[in-house]
Structures are given as structure tokens and as C-alpha cells.
């Protein structure tokens, strides 16, 4: 009798074990809190997350970003990137950021240069960035708001999708149609 509890506890110890696990890999959803972070930059400043967005953000600093997690290896962000970088000059937008996962800084400057990157990067030399935003595959594109929720996550790229990536940042950043008075 007794051994049968203690399987039944062990076992029902594995199924919540299971089922936790299962809810942390889940991704993030849109309203979700952004997971405020410290990265270094490629060009060695440093990028607080909480300075820009949500309750602690600096005024006038304060304002949507965009995360596009990739790494050098990563075909379809070769497309992704330079769509990013169009989309920032088409809306002039100053808060999108490139969040390169695991790889060596020599090695990732070389490859931003080598590609023509503009956009800042971030350096998740460890992935624990990546980790804290589900980003399991790259790339991984997160758009949080001016109050650090998640507006827009998406993983990989295929064809097709700068046209879904375009309607979010027309939405978040392109001219608001202006409001018909009411009669």
C-alpha cells in the first residue's frame, strides 16, 4: 500500500514535471510582458531594455523596438535583415536592433560587415536572451510596445512573410489615417 503512493506521487511528480516544461517552451504571446534584458552592442555600448520600454523607460527614449534574433549561419535571415533595414528607413524607425545568438564577436563583425548590415546588434553570446524570448529558431522577430508587451512574435522567414512584417510596422509606425469627426 505504501509502495503503491509513493509511485503514484513520483509519477504524478513526472507529469507536472512534464507540463511545466511544456508551458516554459512555450512562445510568447501578444500581450505578454516583454522579458526586459542588458545586452552589449556590437559597437560596445550597452542596451538596457527597461531604459526604452515599459514604467522605467527614459523619456524620450521611450518608444517600440523590434528584435530580430539571428545568427551567421542563418539562411532566411539573410532575407529577413535587409527587409528590417528597409522598413526602418521606409518609417524611420530608430528602435530596430539585430540580436546575434551564440556566435563569436570577430566572427560576427566580420559577417555584418560582409553582408552590409546597418542595423545595431545586440551580442547573446550565451543565448540566455534568446532563451528568456522562446527564440528557438532563427530568425526569431519580436516587436514590443512603447509599455514592454509583446505586440508581434514571429519564428523563421519564408517568402511571403516582409508582407505580413510590413502591415505590423505600417501599423505600429506609418502615417495614422486621421479620424472623421463623428455627426
Known amino acids: ?18 507540463a511545466v516544461d511544456k508551458d516554459k517552451d512555450a512562445a510568447l504571446l501578444p500581450g505578454d510582458p516583454a522579458p526586459m534584458f542588458f545586452l552589449r552592442q556590437l559597437d ?25 534574433f539571428f545568427t551567421n549561419a542563418c539562411i532566411p535571415c539573410r532575407k529577413e535583415i535587409p527587409h528590417l533595414t ?25 559577417y555584418v560587415t560582409k553582408m552590409k548590415y546597418n542595423l545595431p546588434v545586440l551580442l547573446d553570446k550565451y543565448g540566455m ?9 532563427t530568425p526569431t522577430l519580436v516587436i514590443i510596445s512603447e509599455e514592454g508587451k509583446i505586440l508581434f512574435y514571429k519564428q523563421g522567414f519564408e517568402d511571403g512573410d516582409e508582407k505580413i512584417i510590413s502591415a505590423k510596422m505600417k501599423e505600429l509606425f506609418g502615417e495614422k489615417e486621421a479620424e472623421t469627426p463623428k455627426e
Not at 503503491?4 to 511528480?13: C, E, I, N, S
Not at 536572451?129 to 529558431?137: G, L, V
Request: hydrophobic share 50%; glycine share 6%; net charge positive.
Open 44 to 68: 560596445e555600448n550597452d542596451f538596457f531594455l527597461s531604459r526604452r520600454v515599459g514604467d522605467r523607460a527614459r523619456p524620450g527614449k521611450k518608444s517600440p523596438i523590434v528584435l530580430s
Open 86 to 110: 528597409a522598413l526602418r528607413e521606409e518609417y524611420t524607425v530608430p528602435g530596430i536592433y539585430l540580436v546575434n545568438v551564440g556566435d563569436d564577436v570577430d566572427m560576427v563583425k566580420k
Open 129 to 137: 536572451i534568446a532563451e528568456k524570448y522562446k527564440a528557438e529558431m
Open 1 to 18: 500500500m505504501v509502495v503503491k503512493r509513493v509511485l503514484l506521487l513520483v509519477l504524478f511528480g513526472i507529469v507536472l514535471l512534464f
